[in-house]
């Protein structure tokens, strides 16, 4: 894992953030950010997928192992 | 050997969907149904109190690739499968897979799955250089491998085409889907992928209606095994209590399942041996036989819903761990399991584990003593000393107020978190959605 620097100002304010959360770390938060923002840069790619070929077969399929009941 | 992937050992990670934990000899002494199980959790590091993210594949899986729960999402609802499955699709593309992070460290991956939940449409092939979807409807095997069962093959060769189908077999031809038919399959995988490699297998077979091959079988004839199953899907459909003599069936086709498995856990170590792999072994969830008026796998966080059986085999460290541990550690500890030197069981294990159902309606907060059970539309909450009261059977919450408090401050910092999740999405998408603008 590499080791990215940013400013003490910076590490203050994301500790009052995360304060009280279950963010253990400001490398934690600063992570998740830029995990984020990174994946709605590139939404294109995640919202590109083809849907199922087979509609009707992936519900029988969900239906018939109970995953559409309560 | 060289490159990116020197000095890394090959991984084997085995999901099994809806195996409960104290089926399995090495959690509960009293169960005989996993010698092979047994065998190969005791020469490693078994765990006795590893604990789901959640009752069900989709609450459950995406969390224990990714480590993240999947976000909450206002439109869900429980019939609309194509947007459950949309939902799980971001999530898997927006956090790191487990297979994501063990091709970034030099790993061939592959994986074959049979849980129609762990599709390319959800997603779940990111990060993995081979994906083998095993059911009746996949181009990745042929269906004529997949069961032995006359049923099977009737309903596979378009037996909704006659009169004949009352019952609609041919809607449920994933009922049949058992590791025999794809065993093939894993063992190509393991000759052909190059070290070091990582190889995800997740199979079906204690999944509800249990139909097993008749050589596992040692309780639950033939008839009695379809009787159960009709009975059981009556039951789903109708709303009427299962009565007591199906009950027992169903618990008699649920332990063959479970023989099932083991045998395939047996043929599978067997097969692996001589790729020398660290084996990472979990069930995705628990599975209700009737406990609490429950069967299968219902939106539900009693422990035969969350507890799970779990080992690691061949990483140089054996015992028994009886701390509770988090599936969704399992991201960390599979990637630390790459290089084993070292390993510390200790660093994945929590006092508090958090479980939630889909969408966040329930969730779940247990320690090594207490349960808290928080529902979130009616706010809601009941206690369980599980210690004291392993069935969980009465609501202790109104005679231990500090123990509520205590384990609700857990809650409360996990629904802090979630805020503060959702306003850092919000805020990268604002963000990117107005960069697209200029």
């Known amino acids: ?70 | 050997m060289t490159g990116p992937g020197a000095e890394r050992r090959n991984l084997v990670f085995v999901t099994v969907d809806s195996l409960r934990a104290d089926h399995c000899g090495f959690v509960d002494p009293d169960s005989s149904l996993t010698p092979a199980i047994d065998r190969v959790a005791g020469d490693g590091l078994s765990f006795t109190q590893a604990i789901a993210a959640g009752p069900r594949t989709p609450s459950s899986v995406p969390v224990l690739f990714t480590g993240e729960f999947v976000t909450d999402d206002p439109e869900w609802s429980m019939a609309d499968w194509r947007g459950r499955q949309q939902r799980i699709g971001r999530h898997m593309a927006r956090f790191s897979h487990l297979s994501e992070r063990l091709g970034a460290m030099g790993y061939e991956t592959a994986g074959i799955t049979a849980n129609p939940w762990t599709t390319r449409e959800s997603n779940f092939d990111a990060g993995f250089d081979r994906f083998f979807e095993i059911s009746a409807d996949s181009d990745d095997i042929s269906s004529t491998q997949l069961s032995d069962s006359t049923l099977f093959k009737l309903a596979d060769t378009g037996l909704d085409a006659l009169p004949g189908d009352f019952l609609g077999w041919s809607d449920k031809k994933e009922w049949f889907s058992q590791w025999p038919g794809s065993f093939e399959l894993v063992t190509e995988q393991l000759s052909d992928l190059s070290e070091p490699f990582f190889l995800w297998v997740f199979i079906l077979d204690s999944h509800q209606p249990y139909i097993t091959p008749r050589r596992f079988r040692e309780e639950a004839s033939a008839w009695r095994m379809y009787y159960s199953i009709l009975r059981y899907w009556y039951g789903e459909s109708s709303d009427e209590e299962i009565p007591a003599h199906a009950r027992e069936m169903i618990g008699a086709a649920y332990r063959d399942a479970v023989r099932s498995v083991d045998a395939f856990v047996g043929e599978l170590a067997d097969a692996v041996a001589p790729y020398d792999p660290v084996t990472v072994f979990c069930s995705d969830h628990g599975e209700a036989v009737g406990d609490h008026g429950n069967f299968g796998h219902p939106q539900a966080l009693y422990d035969e819903n969350l507890r799970v059986p779990m080992f690691v085999h061949n990483a140089g460290v054996r015992g028994q761990v009886d701390e509770q541990v988090s599936l969704r550690s399992l991201p960390d500890m599979v990637t630390d399991l790459a290089d084993p030197t070292g390993f510390d069981p200790a660093a994945y294990t929590d006092r508090a584990v958090l479980s939630k159902t889909e969408n966040d309606r329930r969730r779940a907060v247990r320690t090594p003593s207490w349960k808290l059970v928080r529902d979130r539309e009616t706010a809601a909450e009941r206690l369980y000393h599980i210690q004291e009261d392993p069935d969980e059977s009465e609501d202790v919450s109104a005679s231990h107020d500090e123990v509520v408090e205590s384990l609700s401050a857990v809650l409360d910092r996990h629904d802090r978190t979630r805020a503060e999740k959702a306003s850092i999405r919000r805020v990268t998408d604002d963000l990117v959605a107005e960069d697209a603008t200029v």
């Open chain 1, 1 to 70: 894992m590499a080791d990215i620097s940013i400013s003490d100002d910076l590490i203050e304010r994301i500790e009052t953030r995360a304060e009280h959360t279950e963010f253990e770390t400001a490398d934690d938060y600063a992570e998740y950010v830029l995990t984020e923002v990174l994946a709605s840069l590139d939404e294109d790619g995640v919202e590109g997928r083809e849907p199922a070929v087979d509609d009707d077969g992936v519900e029988d399929r969900l239906q018939s192992l109970g995953y559409l009941n309560e």
